[in-house]
């Protein structure tokens, strides 16, 4: 199948490079999940060594992002609810470019104080894959209130080369 990108020309007639968002818009896998301690430089295994999900760009400036751990399994009891909270990252918002991140405008989210804010990530494309890397953060599902960061790869869902 034909790649999805369209070839444009600037004014000398040579081609022109994507942009970081032309690379982005699309359906990417989640392939790793790493966090690692500030502190400390070691690193948690928040979210298993196989988690899942999907982060999906759209053209006009949405993102919305669905992660999960490692052998999440359906609550039995009201107190298996919280721990499946720890292996979850979810939300969706507007999104925009500036050099090398995204930032995304927080509308809705699986922790509510990150609605209303501002998320921003670095990332590097190269072909099908996507390493996003946080800043340094104290998320609510792990490291107990102290500095860590994730380190994410994605690969391409879709048919985009």
């Given at each position: 199948m034909a790649s999805v990108f369209r070839v444009t020309t600037s004014d000398d007639g040579?081609?022109?490079q994507?942009?970081?968002k032309d690379q982005l818009v699309g359906t990417w896998n989640l392939v790793s999940y790493?966090?690692?301690e500030k502190d400390t430089g070691t690193f948690i295994n928040a979210m298993g060594p196989?988690?899942?999900?999907?982060?999906i760009f759209t053209p006009d400036g949405w993102v919305a992002f669905n992660l999960e751990g490692s052998h999440r399994h359906p609550a039995e009891t009201e107190a298996d609810y919280p721990?499946?909270?720890?292996?979850?990252?979810?939300?969706?918002?507007?999104?925009r470019v500036e050099g090398n991140q995204w930032i995304t405008q927080v509308q809705t989210a699986w922790a509510p104080e990150w609605v209303g804010t501002e998320q921003r990530r670095?990332?590097?494309v190269s072909g099908t894959t996507a390493d996003v890397t946080t800043p340094w953060r104290k998320m609510p599902?792990?490291?107990q209130g102290r500095l860590s960061r994730s380190l994410i790869r994605f690969q391409?869902?879709?048919?985009?080369?």
């Open positions: 040579n081609p022109k994507p942009t970081l790493r966090v690692e196989s988690p899942r999900g999907r982060v721990a499946l909270m720890k292996t979850l990252v979810a939300y969706i918002g507007r999104y670095t990332v590097v599902n792990w490291a391409r869902a879709d048919d985009r080369t």
